[in-house]
């Protein structure tokens, strides 16, 4: 496990250390695990958004009347000018 410090103001301290049944490590160890996770989420959900603005502008036409294969070579024709 890795060590990570941090400054809190004096004030905030004191009280703390009226709570000494609090292991205050862990409500940190705790707290850090839900803001990452609801960060991680937001990622997901900004990801998911993007990939679904992207699906909706893809004509469904164009894409089932096209076999992949012919799509990649004519893509590298394109890229490599044959």
Excluded: C, K, Q
């Excluded at 004030?11 to 609801?38: A, I, K, T, Y």
Aim: glycine residues 4%; proline residues 2%; aromatic residues 4%.
């Amino acid at each position: 496990m890795s060590t990570v410090s941090f400054r809190v103001p004096d004030e905030l301290r004191e009280r703390m250390e009226e709570h000494d049944e609090v292991n205050w490590s862990e409500v940190l160890r705790e707290h850090l695990r839900r803001e990452l996770d609801e960060l991680e989420g937001r990622d997901v959900a900004r990801a998911v958004a993007a990939s679904e603005r992207l699906s909706d502008a893809i004509d469904p036409g164009e894409v089932a009347d096209r076999n992949s294969a012919d799509l990649i070579r004519e893509w590298r024709g394109r890229r490599y000018g044959r």
